[in-house]
């Protein structure tokens, strides 16, 4: 029973660390610079309620390893606005790019009414 709690603690502390570690961003650097680069300024917010919100957009950012999250999100964000659903998908390095695959090829399946785009490494 004592060779659990160390394994458990290492469970608990290190592995959302080491996560969380790996990013180079925080979520707002992504949603800020996308959103002023695409849309007017003006015509798009940053909240705390929706990540980017524009006249006709209702966006979600979400790391790309939260792909399946996202989907749900922004479908719910667009009823709540009625505004179109849209993802931006973080993408830091090259091995993200499945989680792309995985979202393109669900929302297509699935004929979903969502537009996707990323942050490509």
């Not at 667009?78 to 792309?100: C, F, H, P």
């Not at 393109?104 to 399946?109: A, D, G, N, Q, V």
């Not at 004929?111 to 490494?121: G, Q």
């Given at each position: 029973?004592?060779?659990?709690?160390?394994?458990?603690?290492?469970?608990?502390?290190?592995?959302?660390?080491?996560?969380?570690?790996?990013?180079?961003?925080?979520?707002?650097?992504?949603?800020?610079?996308?959103?002023?680069?695409?849309?007017?300024?003006?015509?798009?917010?940053?909240?705390?309620?929706?990540?980017?919100?524009?006249?006709?957009?209702?966006?979600?950012?979400?790391?790309?390893?939260?792909?399946?999250?996202?989907?749900g999100e922004s479908?719910?964000?667009?009823?709540?606005?009625?505004?179109?659903?849209?993802?931006?998908?973080?993408?830091?390095?090259?091995?993200?790019?499945?989680?792309?695959?995985?979202l393109?090829?669900?929302?297509?399946?699935y004929?979903?009414?969502?537009?996707?785009?990323?942050?490509?490494?």
């Open positions: 029973m004592r060779k659990a709690i160390p394994v458990l603690l290492f469970a608990v502390i290190l592995i959302p660390s080491m996560v969380f570690a790996e990013r180079l961003h925080p979520k707002r650097w992504y949603q800020e610079r996308w959103c002023a680069k695409y849309f007017e300024q003006g015509e798009v917010s940053v909240s705390d309620q929706y990540d980017c919100l524009s006249q006709k957009y209702v966006i979600e950012f979400d790391y790309a390893y939260k792909w399946y999250e996202s989907i479908l719910h964000y667009a009823i709540q606005t009625g505004r179109k659903a849209g993802i931006v998908l973080i993408m830091e390095n090259e091995s993200d790019m499945k989680y792309w695959i995985k393109k090829k669900t929302i297509e399946h004929h979903l009414p969502i537009d996707i785009w990323n942050t490509s490494p």
